[in-house]
């Protein structure tokens, strides 16, 4: 299995900022994903990081809010912007590859928290 | 009505009972199931997954998927206090295991 790291691992940040989230794989994956976990809430997919295209958002995400890079096959960021306190929350990478049936394996997370 | 639904708990059992834990859907296209456990301030663990109705054991620990009922459970046995976390039910469909959507978790504590 994969193993991913994420930068930072927890932040605090004032409203209005942005902060960018890294996600580093250690083996070349197929797929890299985004995902928000909120306190007592599921798992909720933001967007598919593809490579060398733009990243494909799910219902209720936007590229402005949610700007994603994958310059290649280890590597993603995810960019929260324009923080207000609805974005604290933990927000956590997972890939899965080679093969496109692998499952998913996760990340640590990030722990945001806005003031 | 969610695509998901899991017990959010929390459940307490004592050292070595039988952990039984259990998530319903509604959506019969899904085609996989996992199951994920994840410690305090950790990302989600994969534990197991399985494509088919049935049983699949994997030392302690035994999913059980029941398509006609759309029901799906994970039990560990001999439980121990190093089991106690936060255990995740996800389902997909599709080739690309992008679409998982995910039950809220169930938050197990075992006591020794």
């Known amino acids: 299995s994969a193993v991913i790291s994420q930068k930072p691992s927890r932040d605090i940040c004032q409203r209005g900022t942005s902060l960018t989230i890294q996600c580093q794989v250690d083996s070349q994956v197929t797929m890299m994903f985004w995902y928000r976990q909120q306190p007592g809430q599921s798992l909720t997919l933001i967007a598919t990081?593809?490579?060398?295209?733009?990243?494909?958002?799910e219902s209720g995400f936007v590229i402005d809010k949610f700007p994603i890079s994958r310059p290649n096959l280890t590597f993603s960021t995810l960019t929260v912007s324009n923080m207000s306190p609805e974005d604290s929350s933990i927000y956590l990478c997972s890939a899965s590859g080679p093969v496109l049936t692998d499952t998913q394996y996760f990340g640590p997370g990030t722990r945001l928290t806005v003031l | 009505q969610k695509e998901v639904e899991q017990d959010p708990g929390p459940l307490s059992v004592p050292e070595g009972a039988i952990v039984s834990l259990n998530c319903t859907y509604s959506n019969s296209a899904f085609q996989y199931f996992m199951w994920y456990r994840q410690y305090s301030r950790k990302g989600p663990e994969l534990l197991m997954y399985?494509?088919?109705?049935g049983n699949k054991e994997d030392g302690r620990f035994t999913a059980q998927v029941d398509k006609s009922s759309k029901y799906i459970s994970l039990f560990i046995r001999d439980s121990q206090p190093s089991d106690s976390a936060t255990y995740l039910c996800?389902?997909?469909?599709?080739?690309?295991?992008?679409?998982?959507?995910f039950g809220k978790g169930t938050k197990l504590s075992v006591k020794p």
């Open positions: 996800a389902m997909g469909w599709g080739g690309s295991q992008g679409n998982l959507i």
């Open positions: 990081a593809n490579q060398g295209s733009e990243a494909t958002y």
């Open positions: 399985t494509y088919s109705s």
